[in-house]
Every structure is written in C-alpha cells, then in structure tokens.
C-alpha cells in the first residue's frame, strides 16, 4: 500500500543559515519535483519552500528509499552536505504526515500563528506540482483537503483576528475610536518604516487626506508625493492638530514635540472631536499626559506592543480550537485513504451490485407471483452473475501492477460506483 | 389577558438571555434569539395595550400595573427603532433587561380597578401620553448607551483591552447613537410637555398649576435642552455626553416613579 510521507525542516528545527541554503526558487522547485518524481519509490510529490521552512511531502511505495531520495535530492539541487543539515531534518508517516500539512497551511505551525500568507504559498506550490503532473490521487486529495481544513479553521476559529503588526494594531485603535476612518484626516511627523507602512494602512482604509512634516521640509515633500499628500512645515505642526484626526509621529527628537498644554488648548477649538495619537517614536514625541484629556487618545510603541502580546495571547487561545478541527479533518481523511486499500471496496463494490440485483428481483417475484423453487433458481442466477461480473475487476484491482500504485483505479472504482456515499 | 402578560414578561426574559448570552459568547445566532422573543414579546405587549385600549376607550396609563406596561412597550419599540438605524448589537442586552424588569413588574402589581372618567378621551391626552413615554424610552436607551460608551472609553485609555473592548462598538458609533437617542427624546418630551399644557387648558383651565410632576418634568426638559445645546454650541460629546446621559435618565427615573411616590399631585393616582 502507498504511504503518505513528509520530510522537511522549518523554523523550529533550523537555523535561518540553514534555512536560507536550502530554500528552493519556483524554478528548482520544477526541476526537483521532476527528479523526485523519476525515482521508482515515490508515486507522488509536491514540495513547498517559504523562508521559515522546506517541506517534501511524496506518496511513496518504499518509505525508506523515498525518505532516502528525497533527502539526496535536496542535498544536490542546493549543494548542500547531507551532514550540515541532517539533524534539522523531521519525517512524518501517515496519520502525522497528514496532520502536519494541515497544521502548517492553517498556520498553527507558523512562527506568527494565525499569519495568513502560508496557505497562498501552499496553493501556489500545489499548483506548480499539478504543472508538472507529479501530485497524484492521493495528494491531490490530501492537498484538497488541506485547503478546506485551513479555510475551515480560519472561518471558526478567531485565529486570524486581532491584530499581531504594530502597523495594524494601530489601524484596529483608530477603528475602535473613529468607527469607520473614511474621510478622516491624517499628520504624519518624521518617517520610518512603521510610521510609513501605518499611513499606507490607512489610505487602504480610504483616510480623506494626509500630510506630512518633517524637519527637513525637503524629505517631506518627497514623502508626501509617495503618499499623495501634502507636506506642511514641522513649525505648522500644533496648528494643524486644529483639522487633523490621527497623528503618527516618528521622529529622531530627543525631547517632547507636543505637549498637553497645546492640545489642551486645541481641543475647544476642534468642538472636542476625537484626536487618535500614535507615537512610534523612542524617545516618545507625544506627551503621554495627553491621554489624560477628554476625547484625545494616545498609545505608544510599548501600549502597541502591549496590544499585540493580548492579542497573540487570543491567537493561542484560538489555535486550540484549530486543533480539534484538524483532529477531525485527520480522522476523516484517514476514513477515505483507508477505503483505498484493495479489499474492503472489492467488498463494497460487490455489496452494491448484490443490493441493487437482489431489489430488482424482488421486485420482479412480486409482480409475477412465482414459486419457492422458483425464486431459489432465480437467485443462484443473480449470485452467479455476480461473480462473472466481479471477476475482471477483481482480478484489475488486485493485481500489483501498474508501478505497485492500484490506488487510482481503486479511487476510479468507488467514484464510478459512489462506493463512498 | 393573564396570560398574555404572563407571555410577553416570559419572551422578554428570554430575549434579555439570548441578548446577554451575545454580549459573552460573541455567536450572531444568540443575537437573532434575542431579536425574535424581543419582536415576539412586543407584538404581545401592544396587543394587551390594543385590548386595555379597546376595552375602556382610554390609553391604559391609569394606574401602576398599565403604566409599567406601556413603559416596557417604548422601551421595547424604540429600541427596535434605533436598533435599525445604528446596529449597536450589544445595547440588546440592556433594552431587553429593562423591558423585562418594567412587564414583569407590572405582572407583580394588580391592576386597581380605576373609575373610568370622560376628561381621560381627549386626543391631547394621547399623543401627551404617548410622546413621554417614547421619550423617556429614548432617554433610557442613552443611558444605556453612555454607560457602553465609558466601558469603552475606559478600555481604550487604560490600554488594557480586554472584555469589553473586543465587545463593544466604536466610540464614535456609541457617541453618535447616544445623541441621536437624547435629540430624539428631548422632541418627543417637548412634544409630551405642550400637549400637557393643552389638555390642562382643556380641562382645568390653566395651562401650569405647579404640580410636582410638571415641575419635574419642566427640570428634566431644561437639562436635556442644556445638555443639547451644550453639544451643539462647544462640542459636549465623548465621556462628558455619556456621564451627562446617565445624570439625565436618574433625573427622568425620579420624574416618572419618585414624584409619584414621594410626592403629592394630579398624575400621583396612575401610578400607585
């Protein structure tokens, strides 16, 4: 019987030194599949490498020699010493094997749980193994199975709430404050990675208008026309918290640039509407006193990183539950690779031609009104068709032929016949 | 009728359960739960007021039992009212709770049989009726609503998010939701005084006699008129709207029972 096997080294068992000598491009990916694929052992293949990990999973006659191939390969393509690597590697069988991938597209085996990138990734190598025609039955079912599992654990579980970025985490704040941010404005003070992918956020959210200052009014402009803002003087700044709705700031200043007294001052002039401060900046730009007036909110880098610990700590929380659903997802994948073995569906198929004649008879003996000796002959007749029509399948499906893989006609069989209903 | 009434507290009971089991659980199917019995028990509730109403050719607000009654009826109504147009899917649990509270109290008090007086049909007397009682229902929800609104205000300034903070809407949504909640009492209330004076007019010849309940009723209106004004003119919104809410619906409480029960005048009867 063919086995479902996985080999493959992530973030866990790896260091990235290793982990970036092994990843595979999409182009060697193709070329290894290819060679995988050519070893008599393995039936099937599909490979997936993202930076945290490289994963072979093969459906393979002869494990050992599949384990055995695999590993070789790997260790050619990327030149590589089998030695240097060796130790990171893991293999799992059947049962494992399969709640492994599962657990890895559903992202609760990633480093960040819950990230929702990993199941495109997986998709997209699946997709280039069915390019190269070396997924077969079995993978391919496996692989289906993954991407409901995954889909399933997304939708029920709140796996994927909750904000784990500093970027998003203040995106979620100014939701929870402003509801919704169409039309609000936004001042960005200084630049830096977080501050800038945080303005992008919101003009994804569709925020009326952004401006931008900086001390050197240069690079503001500049930033500005990234975003499609305007850039204002840093002198302008207290004047525009009058019309602004979230200020990021993220600046080199080593000393406060606003302080509560100003926007004290401010408040009555915007009538008291809302004012959302996120300080990414260390040294802190925002005066953290601020927080303490009426309708004005400040959060800085460690409040966002505290955010982000309570929501990891939700995640978590929610990847138990994923694990009850892969639980069942492997039971009943299980259910349907175990019918793939040769003799319960020889019975299965036999059970339901029997069923059917033996209906159709009966009917026919009703409608006729016919004697016991009558019926006996008529059912030795049904048996004997039976066995004359089972014969040839039998013989197909037990005969070890066909590279010592029948599991695609044994899945032809109970689809043709709806064996599995 | 016994039974009815028996009905409507048991679907609003149940309707304050599902709605209060959303608020914990976060499952839209315990928010649809609560949806159905509260739509349910308030067909039932107008149905005993469409029959008091029926019976006796007056608004059933003559004594305690018919008066808390009509009160779980707005509270009921004009949830559903707001509930369309701002969706503040967690304020069900208190709307449903205080429905509740108001019809099975008013299953606890026996209705005392009250002489059916002609000055009671005048269509004045209706529409009076009708808008204080809808508008007290407003005032309720804003209450409601404010104590929401600090719950979340205080989650997000503590940085410590946690129960409420996932539960609850936007501050913003909550701010503008109480607003409308006071806007839409304050007219109704104002409405409720002016045909109050007309009726007086009608059937005592005078518009204002100082009686406690229209003094406090004059209070009540001057504070939310304050708290309106105060809004439009320098921007009272955010936590001081929702505290003042809250003081407001305790002046309201006072107007509608204490008056009654601490003090003398010509509305004391239709609540004791």
Redesign the interface.
Known sequence: MVEIILLGLNHKTAPVEIRECLAISKEEAAAMLDAIKKSASVNEVVLFSTCNRVEILMAAGDKAEAVETAKRHLSEFKNVPLSQFQDSIYIHEGDEAVRHIFRVASSLDSMMVGEPQILGQIKEAYFNATKRKTSGVILNRLLHRTFFTAKRIRTETGIGDNAVSVSYAAIE?A??????LEGKKVLLIGAGEMAELAVEHLLKNRVKEIFVANRTFKNGVELARKFGGSAIKFEEVPGFILQVDIIISSTGSPDIILTKDQVKRIM?G?????LFFIDIAVPRDIDPAI?KL??A?V?DID?LK??ID?NLEDRNKEAIKGERIIDEAVISFKQWYDSLDVVPTIVALRNKIDSIATAEIERTMHALNITESEREALYRMKNALINKIMHNPTHLLKRDGCHGNNSVYIDVTRKLFNLDE | MDNLITVTSFLYVLSSVGYISYFFFQKEYLHRIGQVFLATGFLCNSIMIGYYYAKTGQIPVRNLHETLLVTGWAVAGVFFAFQYKFKVKVLGGYAALLAAACVVASFLVPGKIVETQTIFNSIWLIVHVVSIFVGHAAFALACGVGLLYIA?ENA??G????FF?KRL?????LDSTGYACIATGFTLLTIGLITGFIYAKSVWGRFWSWDPKEVWSGITWLLYAAILHGRLT???????AAVMAIIGFAVVLFTFFGVNFLLKGHHGIFTR
């Not at chain 1, 939701?175 to 919704?180: C, E, L, Y």
């Open positions: 704040l939701k929870k404050i402003f509801g919704q009555p915007r009538r008291n509407r809302p927080n009426n309708n909110y959060y409040d505290g955010v309570e | 979340q997000i300034k940085k410590k998010h946690g903070y809407p936007s501050l913003d949504l320098v921007g009272w919104r955010g936590k001081k």
